[in-house]
Structures are given as C-alpha cells and as structure tokens.
C-alpha cells in the first residue's frame, strides 16, 4: 500500500536564505557561497558561511546561511528560538511566504542587513516527485498527517505536501519538533492522510 512506503526524516536547524544583494552587503561584492554540505533536495546545500542575527533582545552567532542564493531573504527558526529571540509573532508557514512576518538584523564579516521582515518558524513539510504524489495520492499543497513510531511514537497534523520534479522525499521537521518525536536524521515516518 502506498500509504506505508517510508520517507525519511530531516531535522532543520536554524538557517538562512539570502539574496544576491544582501550576500554582497554581508560579505562583500560578488562573493559566493562555498559548499560545506549537500542537503537531501538536490541543489540545496549548507554553505560555509555564518553570519550572526541580532534583535533588541539578544544575538544568535554563527548562524549558517544555505545556498543557492534565493529570490527573497529568508530567516528559519524554531518557536524556541523565535521566543529567545523575542520575537512573539513568529508565524508558521510555508517556506517563502514572509509577509507581515517580524525582521531582524543579519550581520556578517564585511556588513550588516536589517530585515523589516523576513523570519518565520517553517511548516512542517514533504517534498516528493509528482510520480511519488501520484502514489501517495496526494498533491501540491495538501495538508496531511504522518505517523512517527519509535519510543516517542505521535501524530504530526498539518504537514504541507510539496511537489516538484527537482524534489526528492524527505520530510523537513525543525528541531522543536525533532526534539519531541526523538528523531534523529535519517529516521523514517508514515504518511497517513
């Protein structure tokens, strides 16, 4: 049954999308992001540059920026870091979705950026192949449930399907919610509509 085919689990940490612009402002005129990793979805990668981000209330240093360079900036963290960071109206959504969302201050080696919005707490999600959506029975931007076994077994409600001949299946959680199901990456869980 298609319904019980496994897709592994990947944990996102906190993280950056960045501009052309602004990785010019932060580290200096035409410089590119250099690869440290290959992430799960083919093109994506953890870069090796960190940058700091900074609100009234404290800074997060060393925050790794993931490449390629995006349309828009974008900042992703946990509810548990958005509340350390004292931004209470962290909004969860949907990966590029950042309007109305609060700013903060990037700030790497050659400069700084203040975002007047741009940082969300990212929808639990699974990015699959249309050929994979077909035998899920789903398709782009369901929303569904998937069951998490394992010593901490639960129910994860809302997860958002995304399509796309350039995905491959992986489920993205972030740590807040990895830290509650006990994942690791690399586990697995079941789609259950």
Same mark, same amino acid.
């Given at each position: 049954?298609?319904?019980?085919?496994?897709?592994?689990?990947?944990?996102?940490?906190?993280?950056?999308?960045?501009?052309?612009?602004?990785?010019?402002?932060?580290?200096?005129?035409?410089?590119?992001?250099?690869?440290?990793?290959?992430?799960?979805?083919?093109?994506?990668?953890?870069?090796?540059?960190?940058?700091?981000?900074?609100?009234?209330?404290?800074?997060?240093?060393?925050?790794? =920026?993931?490449?390629?360079?995006?349309?828009?900036?974008?900042?992703?963290?946990?509810?548990?870091?958005?509340?350390?960071?004292?931004?209470?109206?962290? &909004?969860?959504?949907?990966?590029?979705?950042?309007?109305?969302? &609060?700013?903060?201050?990037?700030?790497?080696?050659?400069?700084?950026?203040?975002?007047?919005?741009?940082?969300?707490?990212?929808?639990?999600?699974?990015?699959?192949?249309?050929?994979?959506?077909?035998?899920?029975?789903?398709?782009?931007?369901? =929303? !569904?449930?998937?069951?998490?076994?394992?010593?901490?077994?639960?129910?994860?409600?809302?997860?958002?399907?995304?399509?796309?001949?350039?995905?491959?299946?992986?489920?993205? !959680?972030?740590?807040?919610?990895?830290?509650?199901?006990?994942?690791?990456?690399?586990?697995? !869980?079941?789609? =259950?509509?």
């Amino acid at each position: 049954m298609a319904e019980k085919k496994a897709i592994t689990v990947g944990i996102s940490a906190r993280h950056v999308h960045v501009t052309r612009e602004t990785l010019d402002v932060l580290f200096g005129k035409g410089y590119e992001l250099t690869v440290k990793k290959e992430l799960s979805q083919p093109g994506q990668f953890a870069s090796n540059e960190l940058i700091d981000l900074v609100t009234e209330k404290t800074t997060f240093p060393k925050v790794r =920026i993931l490449g390629p360079i995006r349309k828009g900036d974008q900042v992703e963290v946990s509810l548990t870091d958005a509340m350390k960071l004292g931004l209470k109206t962290t &909004p969860v959504r949907d990966s590029g979705n950042v309007a109305g969302s &609060p700013g903060i201050t990037l700030v790497g080696p050659k400069g700084k950026v203040e975002l007047k919005e741009g940082v969300i707490a990212a929808q639990r999600h699974i990015h699959m192949t249309p050929v994979e959506a077909a035998e899920f029975g789903v398709k782009d931007k369901d =929303i !569904v449930q998937v069951r998490c076994g394992g010593q901490r077994g639960l129910i994860f409600d809302n997860v958002l399907i995304r399509v796309s001949e350039n995905f491959a299946l992986d489920m993205h !959680v972030d740590t807040d919610e990895a830290n509650a199901a006990g994942f690791k990456n690399g586990d697995t !869980v079941e789609l =259950i509509k």
